[in-house]
């Protein structure tokens, strides 16, 4: 079976298709539907999570209600959403970094001694107040606000103490007076200070060796006055043994005193005592026993204590 041929000058010759334009109400259809289209994309805001919204109205201005995380509706090319992040931030004063005014702190100890701060604050945008910040300050608040108020109170800060202590003892005072005097700064402004971070505190080379030298002879003169207080304790101990031994010894010898008092005593009113404590002393190796003058003989108490001899066999 063969197949039909195809006439090739036909085919060419044939008229192309001409497309029709739609119709008027498949135009309205389609221009209804592009204008409910752009209608919803301008009546709803998608805040996306960790930010906050904040409205501002062509006819009203700044309205006063931010708007939190999720979808909301508002007047089509009426309103316009200004998105501010409400997560927690945090703005770095340090010497490595190379952005025109953010370098590290240069401040003055209270003796004038020069020291340099690496500082990080964290904060956050306080949510209920986010449109009064968009009012007062605008996106621009770290560049007009926080970077020159950080430099100033770290300032006034370090300037209240000396160097020795900053870099020692009292780091943790000067902290938590910059984070004082900020947080104040911070709620004026509507943000909300999270904490204050004296990274590094940095002074002189010479400086800093003065200052060790100090505090290791500081330390060797603790070492010696505790040593002095311990020679001290130890001799007052031994004052206090020894006393406690003469007291003993006092109110032995009284106890002994008092005790031959009373034996005294007892030998005046009791003579017989005598030939009883005599007796007492002799009484191991005696062997004969003296009895009273009227009996007018002695006895031999060795006899006594032999054993008998026996009588001799008839």
């Given at each position: 079976m063969t197949e039909p041929r195809v006439n090739a000058a036909a085919v060419r010759d044939r008229p192309a298709p001409t497309l029709r334009p739609p119709g008027p109400r498949a135009a309205l259809l389609i221009g209804g539907l592009l204008a409910a289209g752009l209608l919803v994309s301008q009546s709803l805001k998608v805040v996306p999570a960790g930010y906050v919204g904040v409205v501002f109205s062509s006819f009203s201005g700044v309205k006063a209600q931010p708007l939190q995380e999720g979808i909301h509706f508002l007047v089509p090319f009426v309103d316009r959403v200004n998105l501010y992040d409400a997560r927690l931030q945090e703005v770095t004063l340090a010497h490595n970094v190379q952005d025109g005014d953010e370098g590290a702190i240069r401040a003055r100890s209270k003796e004038g001694l020069d020291i340099t701060a690496d500082v990080t604050v964290q904060f956050r945008v306080d949510r209920t107040k986010a449109a009064t910040l968009h009012k007062e300050l605008g996106r621009d608040y770290v560049r007009t606000v926080i970077r020159p108020q950080v430099r100033?109170?770290?300032?006034?800060?370090?300037?209240?103490?000396?160097?020795?202590?900053?870099?020692?003892?009292?780091?943790?005072?000067?902290?938590?007076?910059?984070?004082?005097?900020?947080?104040?700064?911070?709620?004026?402004?509507?943000?909300?200070?999270?904490?204050?971070?004296?990274?590094?505190?940095r002074i002189p080379d010479s400086i800093a060796k003065a200052i060790e030298q100090k505090q290791a002879a500081e330390q060797q003169v603790a070492v010696e006055r505790n040593r002095l207080q311990q020679s001290t304790i130890g001799a007052q101990r031994a004052v206090v043994e020894a006393e406690g031994q003469a007291k003993a010894a006092i109110a032995r010898a009284r106890g002994e005193a008092e005790a031959l008092s009373l034996r005294g005593r007892a030998l005046r009113e009791n003579p017989q005592l005598i030939q009883l404590t005599v007796a007492e002393k002799l009484s191991p190796g005696i062997q004969t026993v003296m009895l009273p003058s009227t009996g007018n003989f002695l006895l031999d108490v060795g006899t006594l204590t032999q054993p008998a001899k026996a009588a001799p066999k008839p």
């Open positions: 100033s109170k770290v300032r006034d800060s370090i300037g209240q103490f000396g160097a020795a202590d900053i870099i020692s003892s009292k780091r943790q005072e000067v902290e938590a007076s910059i984070t004082a005097e900020l947080r104040k700064i911070f709620e004026r402004n509507n943000l909300v200070l999270d904490s204050v971070l004296l990274r590094e505190l």
